[in-house]
């Protein structure tokens, strides 16, 4: 897993985002909560594991080693 599917779950998790299919529906999750509420209850923890995934997966490690080099323009 690298920086390409962090890419891709993003670009997948943007189209999620526009959950057109949920708008006339008036089905209750658990009894109470509206579908569309519980979808983007959902969508929001996908998206923190998505955070997580690209922070472990796809950071920058070139800027970390450059931030703790020690100063060389003495």
């Known amino acids: 897993m690298g920086k390409r599917m962090v890419w891709f ?4 998790m943007f189209f999620l985002h526009q959950d057109f299919w ?3 529906q008036s089905f ?7 579908i569309g509420l519980a979808y983007h209850a959902t ?3 996908a ?3 998505l955070g997580w995934l690209a ?3 796809a950071w920058p ?3 970390e080693k450059f931030a703790d080099s020690p100063d060389q323009s003495k």
Request: hydrophobic fraction near 75%; include cysteine.
């Open 9 to 12: 779950l993003f670009v997948l």
């Open 22 to 24: 949920w708008w006339d």
């Open 28 to 34: 209750l999750v658990l009894g109470f909560l509206p």
């Open 43 to 45: 969508f929001s923890i």
């Open 47 to 49: 998206c923190a594991i």
């Open 55 to 57: 922070i472990r997966f």
């Open 61 to 63: 490690a070139e800027l």
